[in-house]
């Protein structure tokens, strides 16, 4: 079957000449539809996908970072201005609430062990890379921090759905809204969200109060 008119190299590759440019502008029209209005999911490579394997099965915090500096408590990428340690709020119960404790977290989190001697890279706004506080279960927990389901520990993601009654961090895989496709249950990327997060801001004020810093 006839496909054109080509000059074929070495290998059938085919080399496309002028009367071939209708098609390719048909195809790069349907890749890049400049025609449609609706929502591009990313890639995984665009969100930073990391599995839970590559998480070591903890939910991702600057606890287990490579970026974390572990003795001055602040980011190897976002500079020393910004102290960065997890919390407890409130302290104590009350009447109407409970102690949370508080985990950090942003967008360029890489699974590793934290620095021991200090190191900055550079000193990027915390908010172009998303940095937030999050919530864990409970006070004391080993490992806190975020994932898409919430389990091991983590808190869940509201990108991720499951199906049926079964609590998100009791299942294996889901459905992940941003990525318009299955995860499992410990994998993270730099699109979670959570509508009880402490933004980065906030989480200071209260890390200032707690500590006597004005």
Not at 14 to 37: C, E, W
Not at 62 to 91: D, M, S, W
Not at 128 to 145: R, T
Not at 183 to 205: M, P
């Amino acid at each position: 079957m006839s496909r054109g008119v080509y000059e074929i190299e070495d290998g059938g590759f085919p080399v496309y000449g002028k009367a071939n440019l209708p098609k390719i502008n048909a195809i790069r029209r349907a890749i890049s539809q400049p025609d449609y209005d609706t929502p591009i999911v990313p890639t995984k490579g665009q969100a930073l996908f990391t599995t839970a394997e590559e998480m070591h099965d903890e939910p991702a915090s600057c606890y287990n970072c490579q970026f974390y500096n572990q003795k001055a408590e602040t980011c190897a990428l976002i500079g020393p201005r910004i102290p960065i340690r997890k919390f407890t709020y409130p302290r104590e119960s009350t009447e109407d609430s409970r102690p949370i404790e508080f985990w950090p977290c942003c967008s360029m989190q890489l699974y590793g062990e934290p620095n021991k001697e200090t190191a900055y890279r550079a000193q990027s706004d915390p908010d172009y890379l998303d940095l937030v506080w999050i919530n864990a279960a409970k006070p004391g927990q080993e490992h806190g921090g975020a994932n898409c389901g919430g389990c091991s520990g983590g808190d869940d993601c509201d990108h991720y759905q499951t199906d049926g009654k079964e609590e998100k961090w009791e299942s294996e895989t889901g459905f992940c809204r941003a990525l318009q496709t299955t995860v499992a249950c410990g994998d993270i990327c730099s699109l979670w969200q959570d509508d009880d997060e402490i933004r980065w801001r906030e989480a200071i004020k209260i890390i200032k109060e707690q500590n006597g810093a004005s």
